[in-house]
């Protein structure tokens, strides 16, 4: 797994952004804070008790990448912590979507609020009194795609027990990136 240290991350985060020119992801409600976000970009809660955020450097076309992300049916046969996938809106993934699925024991109920093909994805929804809000940005550079993520939970469950959910949150977005890595070199064959 190649996961990028925290300084090449910024690094390759800063200089990808201002190569990519409007694929760029925001981290606030009121005003972009990277350069390129869109006013009307949806961005995770800054006020929320968790977040995570991670990047991982993925050798493929961003086609391919995008493609794995978006198809939420299949995601059970590369990421074996997602147990099952029901998409409830036919056709491809666009705000309103709505598709349900299980993991680590939590029934969640997600809806696409943004779906800027190739290069950003952002759902949300409640589960088990955890309101969430993810984001994903898909950023080409020369050796692949930069895929960044972010996440925030807030909610009671999460208040009353900062740590826990944040070591959960943290796991899973680092498992899920990794597994869409070995997906996505996988299909492109790199």
């Known amino acids: 797994m190649r996961l990028l240290t925290a300084a090449k991350s910024a690094a390759a985060v800063t200089s990808a952004l201002l190569l ?9 409600a009121d005003k972009p804070t990277r350069p390129g976000a869109g006013a ?8 929320a008790p968790v977040i995570t955020r991670e990047d991982i450097l993925v050798h493929a076309p961003l086609r391919t990448v995008w493609k794995i992300q978006t198809d939420v049916e299949n995601r059970p046969t590369w990421q074996p912590d997602v147990d099952t996938v029901v998409k ?3 056709g ?10 299980t993991t680590e024991g939590l029934d969640i109920t997600s809806t696409v609020r943004q779906a800027d093909h190739g290069k950003r994805l952002a759902w949300g929804g409640p589960a088990q009194g955890i309101g969430a809000v993810h984001v994903w940005t898909f ?3 020369p050796d692949g795609v930069l895929v960044h993520t972010e996440e925030s ?9 900062r740590a826990a959910p944040q ?7 680092h498992h899920w990136l990794g597994n869409l890595e070995r997906e996505a070199e996988s299909q492109a064959g790199t």
């Open 20 to 28: 990519a020119n409007g694929t760029a992801y925001a981290l606030s």
């Open 40 to 47: 009307g970009d949806v961005r995770i809660d800054l006020g």
């Open 88 to 90: 409830d809106t036919p």
């Open 92 to 101: 491809r993934l666009r705000p309103g979507s709505v598709f349900r699925w």
């Open 139 to 141: 950023t080409p550079t």
């Open 153 to 161: 939970w807030a909610g009671d469950p999460v208040t009353a027990d």
């Open 167 to 173: 070591a959960a949150l943290d796991n899973s977005l």
